[in-house]
């Protein structure tokens, strides 16, 4: 009933910026914590960037400078901007967001399905 949907993905050079975003669609009564995620092949996933409700944002270091994170509130969305672009940066990234479904009290990690982002040298 409730998922996120992520876009934005895709080949960019060196240098070059994209623009990720993660909406969360369904019965939502509201929305905590949201992040990034990536995984590169051969690696953990890590966290590259998150957002508190109070707007509150943490950085992987090696994205920092670099990456922004934001929310809109009233569409339900999460955005990472990516800028600067390096070829490390190539991984398929994921969004997660702490979700409460409306008639319920309880919460729920939800994640999206993915997008690939290449970066070329």
């Known amino acids: 009933q409730v998922q996120l949907v992520e876009s934005g993905g895709g080949l960019v050079q060196a240098g070059g910026s994209l623009r990720l975003s993660c909406a969360a669609s369904?019965?939502?009564?509201?929305?905590?914590?949201m992040g990034w995620y990536r995984q590169a092949p051969g690696k953990q996933r890590e966290l590259v960037a998150a957002i508190s409700s109070s707007g509150s944002t943490n950085y992987a270091d090696s994205v920092k400078g670099r990456f922004t994170i934001s929310r809109d509130n009233a569409k339900n969305t999460v955005l990472l901007q990516m800028n600067s672009l390096k070829p490390e940066d190539t991984a398929v990234y994921y969004c997660?967001?702490?979700?409460?479904?409306?008639?319920?009290?309880?919460?729920?990690?939800?994640w999206g399905q993915g997008t690939l982002v290449t970066v070329s040298s």
């Open positions: 369904g019965s939502i009564f509201s929305i905590n914590a």
């Open positions: 997660k967001c702490n979700v409460r479904v409306t008639g319920s009290i309880a919460r729920f990690e939800l």
